[in-house]
C-alpha cells in the first residue's frame, strides 16, 4: 500500500514521516524533475506500507516547481492513501487544502498536528466533531513525541474513500451548505436539493464553508504573549534582528572553522602525510618515475635534475595520495560540520526570519528574502544551492539566482581548502565574491526582462529541533556529497596528470599566456588548474597553491578559479533546472570573469603591488 | 477609515475590506482574506516587507503587495 | 526583589558592553590586550566581529530592564544572554579544540596533564563573564509567563 503525506510547509510533515518510517529512506528526484522527494518503509499491523514524503504545499493550484510536483505526485498515485498534515494552530487554511483533497475523492485521514502547541495557545479544536463534518477521520497528533500516530495508521489502514458526494450530504445535513437542484442522482434527500453536485466548490464557496466548519469546531481561549512569541518577534525586526543575525552568522563560521580546523590540521593532515602517504610510496608497483606511479602516488618534482619525493599530500598529486586526502581529509570535516549547523537553523526555524531580514536587499537585486535558502545550501555545495532555485517564482529570478549562485558563491569544499593554503586572504576572496554577487545582480536585475514578484513568505513558529532528524539529515547529505565528490576528484587528477605528462597542458599554457599574463595578471601555469577546476574547485585551488607566484597574483588567480566557471556538477544541474536559459548564464558567466577578475588585476596595478 | 496595509502603524490592527491584484489567491490559501483581522508586527527598513499576523499565522508580504491590501481601522 | 535583578543585570550588561567595546577597539587597533583575569584576541574575525557581537549583547542586557520581568523585557534580557552564550560557546569550542591535538607530529593526543595546562585562565571576555550571565536562567523560572502583559493580548510595540 502507498501512502502520501500532504501537508502545508513547516506543518511537521517530515516529522510524522521520520517517527513513521525506519532508516531505509531514500531521497530521489521525481522523474524530469530535480525537485527531490523522500520514500521509505513501515509496518503496521502486518500490512507493508511505502510512506512517500510530498513536497510541501499551500494549495493544489501549484505556484512554483516544487508544489507541482506535489500535484503531480498525487495524480500519479490515484490508488495512495492520505495523510493530510494541518497544523491545529492554523486550523482554516489547513482545512482548506483537506477539503479540497476530500473533494477529489481521495481515501485520507486528517492529522491535526502540533496539538501539543495549539494547547498551549488555549486553541481547541473538536477533532471528532470535524471528523463527522468533513467525513474523513481526524487525529489529534504530536509529531515530535509520536503522539497519535498509531491511531493516525490504524483509521488510515480502515479508511475507505469519501469523495465529493458525502461531503456535501453530511455538509448539508448539518445545515452547512445549500447546494443545487437535485437532477436524479442516488445520495439526495427528499429531492428538494443535489448531494453530489456537478461541479467542484470555488474558491469562494468552499471558504464559506471553511469558515463555518471551524465555527463550529475551533474555540481560541485567552491567550498571553510567551516569551518564545517574545524571542520570535525581536528576531524578525530590523533593529533587533539584524544583530542576532549577525551572531548567528559569526557562531556559524565560528564553529565551521574551528571543528575543520581541529580535524585538517590536528589529526587528519598528520595522517596523510606521516602515515598514508609514506606507506604508498614504499609499496606501490613501479615505484618512482614511472608514469603509474606518478599518476596514481606521487608525481614529485626535480630539483637539480634529481627527482625528489613529496612530503605532503597536497603537494604529490596522486589520486590516491592528494585526492583523497583532499575529499576525506580536508573537505569532509568542514562539509560535515556545515550540513550540522544548517540543519539545526533549519529545524529551529530560523531561516524564514533570516529571509525576512535580507528580503530588503535581496529585492534590489532582482531576488527576495527566500534566495538567501540557495545562496547559503551553495555556501555547502553549489549543486544542491542550483537545485534550490526552483523556490523562487518566474524565470527571471531563477535565471538571476542561478547565474550570480553559480559565479560567486564558493562552496564548502572551496573554502576549506582556502582555509588551508591561504588562511590569512581567504576572508578577503570572500568579500570580493560577495561584493560581486551584489554587483552583478543588481546589473543583471536592470538588464534581464522580466518582473520580480513581492514576497510572500509564511513565518513558522520557533521549534526545539529533534536531535534524531537532525543527524538523519546530516547523514544522508554527507553522504550524497562524498557520492559526488570522490569519482569527481579521482576523474579530475586522473585527467590533468595525464594531460601534464602529454604535454598538453604546456601547450595551453603557452596558447593562452597572453590571457593570463596580460589580461589577468597571474602565471601561465594557472592554465592546468583551470582545468582541474571543471571537475573540481577545491582541487584546482590546492594545484594553485603548488605554483609559484606572488600572494597578490596567488589571490588573483584563486579568484579566477572561483568564477571562471562552474563545475561539472554544477553544470550538468543548471543545464536541467535551467535549460534553454542556461546558455544566456554562461554567457553572462564569462564575461563576468573577464571584468571581475581584470578588475582586481587593475586594483593591483593601481596599488602598484603588480 | 480606510487604509493600505503597508501604512499601518506597528502593532495596529484592522479588518481586510479588499485584496487587490493577480495574486489573491495565493494570499488566501496561505490564510490572508477579506474579513480577517490583520496586525503588523514589524516593517523592514528601505522599502522592505512588513510581517504581519492573522490569527495564528505570520506572514512576510512584500511593499507593493501590502499597498494592494485594503484595511479598515477601527 | 525586581531592584536587586535590575540592578544585577543592569551591571552585567555595563561589564559587557565595556568589554565588547575594548575587544573591538583592540582588535581594530591591533593593539594586543591582555591582563592576568582577561585576553582578547587580535584576530580580525575573533575581534572585529565576535566584540561587535559582545557590544550587541551588553546594549540587548542594558535595553531589557526597563519594566523589569515583563515577557517582552524578559525577551532582551534573554538574547542579550543567548548572543553572550554564542561568543562564550565558540570561545570555549575554540579552547577545547586547541588542547586536544599534540604540537609534535609524531604525537596525536596532548596528555591529560598538558591538556589541563591549556584549559587554564585566563579567558576571553565572554567566558569570564558567562558564570555571570546564568543567573538569568533563575529569572525565567521567576518571572516567565508569571506575569501578563499590560493588554494580555498581542504584541505591543515596545522598543
Known amino acids: ?610 | 477609515m480606510i487604509k493600505d496595509l503597508y501604512e499601518l502603524d506597528l502593532g495596529q490592527t484592522g479588518v481586510i475590506t479588499t485584496i487587490e491584484g493577480g495574486r489573491r489567491h495565493h494570499l488566501t490559501d496561505l490564510g490572508l482574506r477579506v474579513g480577517k483581522c490583520v496586525t503588523v508586527l514589524t516593517r523592514q527598513p528601505f522599502h522592505g516587507p512588513v510581517v504581519i499576523q492573522v490569527d495564528q499565522v505570520t506572514l512576510s508580504l512584500g511593499k507593493g503587495l501590502a499597498h494592494k491590501i485594503k484595511v479598515e481601522v477601527a | 526583589m525586581v531592584r536587586l535583578w535590575q540592578g544585577y543585570f543592569a551591571l552585567l550588561g555595563v561589564a559587557v558592553l565595556f568589554c565588547g567595546l575594548l575587544e573591538f577597539l583592540a582588535a581594530a587597533a591591533g593593539h594586543q590586550l591582555a591582563c592576568p583575569l582577561v585576553v582578547f584576541s587580535t584576530g580580525a574575525f575573533r575581534g572585529l566581529w565576535g566584540g561587535l557581537v559582545t557590544i550587541f549583547s551588553g546594549i540587548f542586557l542594558l535595553k531589557g530592564l526597563g519594566d523589569f520581568g515583563e515577557v517582552h523585557q524578559l525577551g532582551k534580557l534573554l538574547i542579550g544572554c543567548i548572543l553572550l552564550w554564542i561568543m562564550a560557546g565558540t570561545d570555549i569550542f575554540a579552547l577545547i579544540a586547541a588542547a586536544i591535538p599534540n604540537a609534535q607530529p609524531e604525537l596525536w593526543l596532548n596528555s591529560l596533564p598538558v591538556f589541563l595546562e591549556s584549559l587554564a585562565p585566563p579567558y576571553t571576555p565572554a567566558i569570564t563573564l558567562l558564570p555571570f550571565s546564568l543567573p538569568i536562567i533563575i529569572c525565567l523560572r521567576i518571572f516567565g509567563g508569571a506575569k501578563p502583559p499590560a493588554d494580555g493580548g498581542h504584541t505591543p510595540e515596545d522598543r
Not at chain 1, 470 to 484: E, G, I, N, Q
Not at chain 1, 568 to 584: D, N, P, R, V
Open chain 1, 1 to 610: 500500500m502507498k501512502v502520501l503525506l500532504l501537508g502545508h510547509p513547516n506543518v511537521g510533515k517530515s516529522v510524522i514521516f521520520n517517527r513513521l518510517t525506519g532508516a531505509d529512506v531514500i531521497s530521489s528526484n521525481y522523474p524530469g524533475t530535480t525537485v527531490d522527494y523522500k520514500k521509505g518503509l513501515m509496518r503496521h499491523k502486518g500490512q507493508d506500507i511505502e510512506v512517500i514524503d510530498v513536497p510541501g504545499t499551500f494549495s493544489l493550484e501549484p505556484r512554483d516547481k516544487a508544489e507541482a510536483v506535489a500535484l503531480d505526485m498525487l495524480r500519479d498515485h490515484p490508488q495512495a492513501r492520505i495523510i493530510c498534515v494541518i497544523d491545529a494552530t492554523k486550523l482554516e487554511r489547513g482545512l482548506y487544502l483537506a477539503l479540497d483533497l476530500i473533494e477529489k475523492g481521495y481515501a485520507m485521514v486528517v492529522a491535526l498536528n502540533m496539538w501539543d502547541v495549539a494547547h498551549d495557545k488555549n486553541i481547541s479544536v473538536d477533532p471528532v466533531k470535524l471528523g463527522s463534518l468533513i467525513g474523513v477521520p481526524v487525529i489529534p497528533t504530536v509529531a515530535v513525541s509520536a503522539e497519535g500516530l498509531s491511531t493516525l495508521m490504524d483509521r488510515l489502514l480502515a479508511v475507505e474513500p469519501a469523495g465529493i458526494a458525502e461531503l456535501y450530504k453530511r455538509l448539508r445535513l448539518a445545515g452547512l451548505m445549500t447546494g443545487t437542484t437535485c437532477n436524479g442522482c442516488s445520495g439526495c434527500i427528499a429531492g428538494q436539493t443535489c448531494a453530489s453536485a456537478p461541479s467542484v466548490l470555488s474558491s469562494e464557496e468552499r471558504w464559506a464553508l471553511v469558515e463555518e466548519i471551524s465555527r463550529r469546531t475551533l474555540t481560541i481561549g485567552h491567550y498571553r504573549h510567551t516569551l518564545k512569541d517574545a524571542i520570535g518577534d525581536y528576531t524578525v525586526k530590523p533593529l533587533t534582528g539584524t544583530p542576532f543575525a549577525i551572531a548567528i552568522l559569526y557562531a556559524f563560521w565560528s564553529i565551521f572553522s574551528t571543528f575543520s580546523g581541529l580535524m585538517t590540521d590536528g589529526f587528519l593532515g598528520k595522517a596523510f602525510d606521516r602515515y598514508w602517504l609514506p606507506w604508498m610510496q614504499g609499496w606501490f608497483p613501479g615505484g618512482p618515475g614511472t608514469w603509474i606511479y606518478g599518476v596514481m602516488v606521487d608525481l614529485g618534482h626535480f630539483k637539480d635534475g634529481v627527482w625528489i619525493a613529496s612530503e605532503t599530500c597536497l603537494e604529490s598529486f596522486g589520486v590516491l595520495t592528494s585526492g583523497l586526502y583532499l575529499e576525506l581529509g580536508v573537505v569532509l570535516p568542514a562539509v560535515f560540520a556545515f550540513y550540522i549547523m544548517l540543519a539545526l537553523l533549519e529545524d529551529v526555524g530560523y531561516l524564514p526570519r533570516l529571509a525576512v531580514l535580507m528580503d530588503t536587499f535581496l529585492h534590489k537585486i532582482g531576488l527576495h528574502g527566500y534566495a538567501i535558502v540557495p545562496t547559503i545550501l551553495s555556501l555547502g555545495c553549489n549543486v544542491p544551492g542550483v537545485e534550490a532555485t526552483r523556490i523562487l517564482e518566474t524565470k527571471k529570478q531563477r535565471f538571476v539566482m542561478m547565474t550570480i549562485l553559480a559565479i560567486f558563491i564558493p562552496c564548502g569544499a572551496q573554502i576549506a581548502i582556502m582555509q588551508d593554503v591561504i588562511p590569512s586572504y581567504t576572508g578577503f576572496v570572500m568579500a570580493y565574491l560577495f561584493l560581486g554577487y551584489f554587483v552583478f545582480g543588481f546589473l543583471l536585475n536592470r538588464i534581464i526582462p522580466g518582473t520580480t514578484p513581492d514576497i510572500i513568505m509564511d513565518v513558522p513558529v520557533y521549534q526545539r529541533p529533534i536531535l534524531r532528524d537532525v543527524r538523519r539529515k546530516v547523514a544522508m547529505r554527507t553522504k550524497s556529497f562524498l557520492k559526488d565528490a570522490i569519482p569527481f576528484v579521482t576523474l579530475g587528477i586522473l585527467i590533468v596528470n595525464i594531460l601534464y605528462s602529454h604535454g598538453a597542458i604546456d601547450a595551453l599554457a603557452r596558447a593562452s599566456a597572453p590571457i593570463f599574463e596580460g589580461w589577468f595578471g597571474v602565471p601561465r601555469q594557472t592554465a592546468g588548474p583551470l582545468v582541474a577546476a571543471f571537475l573540481r574547485k577545491d582541487l584546482a585551488i590546492a594545484q594553485l597553491s603548488a605554483i609559484t607566484m606572488t600572494k597578490y597574483q596567488l589571490i588573483t588567480a584563486i579568484v579566477l578559479v572561483s568564477i571562471y566557471f562552474p563545475c561539472i556538477g554544477t553544470f550538468f544541474m543548471m543545464l536541467k533546472e535551467g535549460g534553454k536559459a542556461f546558455f544566456g548564464s554562461l554567457a553572462v558567466l564569462i564575461s563576468v570573469a573577464f571584468i571581475w577578475v581584470g578588475l582586481l588585476h587593475l586594483v593591483w596595478v593601481i596599488l602598484g603591488v603588480q
